[in-house]
C-alpha cells in the first residue's frame, strides 16, 4: 500500500510538473527551431496614394529562437516586399513572447540581446499590458493614451482590433 500511494505522488507530480513544459500556446507555436515561412498578398496605404491602397507581397519567415519551460521567443521577418509604391517599404523584424495564455511584442531597443536575457530566465518578466497582441481565452481589453485596444477569442480565432482617437 506504502509503494501505491508513493507511486500515485510520483504520477501526480509528473503530471503537475511535465505538462507546462509541453503546453503551447495554439496560435503561435512551433516543434523546432527550423523557419517556416509562408507569402502574403494585401494592400498598403500611404499619402502618396490617395486614390486607394497599392497591392503589397511579402514572404513572412517565422522562427523559434528561444525555448523556455515557460515560453518560446519568435522571429517574425518580412522579406520580398513588392509594392508599386514610390517609397520602398521596409518592415523590421518582430520579435514575440508567447506563453501558454499570452502572445507578447517584445519592444525593446536591442531585441536579439533582450531575446537572450528573457530566454536565460527562469521565471517570465513582467509584460507591459500594451504589449500583449494574442491571448488563449476570453477578452482583454486595455487603455493607454489615445489608444484602446481590445482583443477577443471568436471561435478558433483571436481578433486584434486597436484604435486611436
Known amino acids: 500500500m506504502k509503494n501505491r500511494i508513493h507511486i500515485q505522488i510520483i504520477m501526480m507530480m509528473l503530471i503537475l510538473f511535465v505538462t507546462p513544459v509541453f503546453a503551447a500556446n495554439p496560435f503561435l507555436d512551433a516543434k523546432d527551431d527550423k523557419s517556416v515561412s509562408a507569402n502574403f498578398r494585401g494592400t498598403e496605404w500611404n499619402n502618396e496614394n490617395i486614390q486607394g491602397e497599392i497591392p503589397l507581397t511579402a514572404r513572412m519567415i517565422t522562427t523559434r529562437i528561444a525555448n523556455m519551460s515557460w515560453a518560446a521567443i519568435f522571429k517574425i521577418e518580412f522579406v520580398d516586399l513588392k509594392s ?11 520579435y514575440f513572447i508567447a506563453t501558454d495564455d499570452r502572445i507578447v511584442l517584445l519592444n525593446e531597443e536591442n531585441n536579439d540581446a533582450a531575446a537572450k536575457k528573457i530566454s536565460a530566465m527562469d521565471k517570465p518578466p513582467a509584460f507591459e499590458e500594451g504589449d500583449i ?33
Open 84 to 94: 508599386r509604391a514610390r517609397q520602398r517599404r521596409e518592415i523590421p523584424p518582430q
Open 133 to 165: 497582441r494574442g491571448i488563449t481565452s476570453g477578452k482583454f481589453e486595455h487603455e493607454e493614451g489615445p489608444w484602446t485596444t481590445t482583443i477577443e477569442i471568436k471561435g478558433n480565432e483571436c481578433i486584434y482590433l486597436t484604435s486611436h482617437d
